[in-house]
């Protein structure tokens, strides 16, 4: 049987082929490859779609993150507090810029960060405190900006959710192939409505300068291609689409019966299913029958940010955030993408289901 994976972007992007070998040849013939005017066009766009003032196209994610960081002035004796479930480029550029990541727990039932445990975790030291919008369901922003604290918003996975972009002084987001919005190679993109903090970002993305001549700050070569910008502009047309039909994917595992074998997430209407995340004691057996299988899905964040060697240093030990622990022992992600068929998600409920029959060594 042909294998499943567990995002097929290229069934999203084949179609519009066309389109984006026109849009590339525009920029072939255009000469201007570096901050032309597709990244400025995109950036308008994007900022329109999330509802911000000002958006910053840079090179990737975790630069997006960086430069917030950076045009906050955080750094040594900072403390900026973050979950531990996460991808490690949420907590790298805090400890980058000399700051310390403090980790919270998430909460259970939506693996976003605990508000309540954000609260006992701020200090005098404490400068920021960065959600992450996780699998691409909102994080509870509301309940974080009233420490009167900046709020940063991971939204790697999340691009078009609900709310998203609206609570924070600043989004960060990732065009990573796989993401919600994506381009063709690496990109990222910083949202925000605060004038002064987007004009900062700006010229940090540049060598902290505004013309190539003087330099205000030390910053970074950080800037988001005309090419993949260009790549950009086509699929933020479509990016609403593919987020409702991963929705229409994500409710039809729960109509064929997938809650039967495994705990599925708790759906909202924010939620855009970057991935499709489900929990299980017997996660390890699901996953080998999928592989068997040829079908594709991972687990994500198995050694939380907490317990990495590269953390070390900050002393945490396993117990210290059982939620996050017991996450990362559970989490299963199924295939899901804007597109997944019927017949692809009964092969894979039907995989789990003769798994979850066969007796356990």
């Known amino acids: ?60 994610g975790t630069d997006a993150i960086s430069l917030v960081l950076s045009a906050l002035e955080i750094g040594p004796g900072d403390e900026v507090i973050c979950p531990a479930f996460t991808f490690y480029a949420t907590a790298e550029p805090i ?24 609260a006992r975790k701020i200090t005098p030291r404490t400068k ?16 974080l900006t009233k420490h009167g604290l900046p709020v940063i918003e991971d939204a790697a996975q999340a691009f078009g959710g609900a709310g998203v972009a609206q609570k924070g002084i600043a989004a960060t987001f990732s065009f990573f192939p796989t993401k919600n919005l ?19 970002v700006r010229m940090l993305r540049f060598h902290g300068s505004r013309d190539k001549k003087l330099f205000e700050y030390v910053g970074y070569n950080s800037r988001l291609d005309e090419v993949q ?66 079908i594709g899905h991972a687990c994500h964040y198995v050694v939380p940010l907490h317990l990495q060697p590269s953390m070390a240093h900050l002393g945490y030990k396993q117990g210290d955030l059982p939620e996050t622990e017991l996450a990362a022992d559970e989490n299963l992600c199924l295939p899901l993408w804007g597109g997944i068929s019927r017949e692809q998600q009964e092969r894979v409920i039907a995989t789990l289901r003769d798994a979850a029959a066969t007796p356990g060594p």
Not at 182 to 200: P, Q
Not at 283 to 293: E, G, I, M, N, Q
Request: hydrophobic letters at 45%; charged letters at 25%; glycine letters at 8%.
């Open 95 to 118: 400890a980058q810029l000399g700051a310390t990541p403090v980790f919270a727990d998430i909460e259970r039932e939506t693996m976003n960060i605990d508000p309540v445990d954000v």
């Open 1 to 60: 049987m042909p294998k499943i994976p567990l995002i097929d972007v290229k069934a999203q992007y084949s179609p519009l082929a066309d389109e984006l070998k026109a849009r590339f040849a525009e920029v072939l013939e255009s000469g201007q490859f570096i901050l032309g005017p597709n990244v400025k066009a995109f950036e308008s766009e994007a900022a329109a779609k999330l509802g911000v003032a000002y958006s910053i196209g840079c090179g990737n």
């Open 229 to 294: 910008a260009a790549m950009l502009r086509v699929f933020l047309n479509h990016v609403d689409r593919w987020n409702s039909l991963r929705r229409e994917g994500a409710a039809r595992y729960a109509e064929l019966g997938l809650g039967d074998l495994v705990e599925l997430p708790a759906d909202e209407p924010g939620h855009v299913y970057h991935l499709f995340c489900v929990r299980s004691p017997e996660r390890d057996k699901f996953r080998d029958a999928l592989a068997a299988a040829g």
């Open 128 to 143: 920021a405190i960065m959600p992450v919008h996780l699998f691409g369901r909102p994080a509870k922003t509301d309940e």
């Open 182 to 200: 994506f381009c063709l190679g690496d990109g990222g993109l910083v949202a925000t409505s605060d004038e002064a903090l987007a004009e900062r």
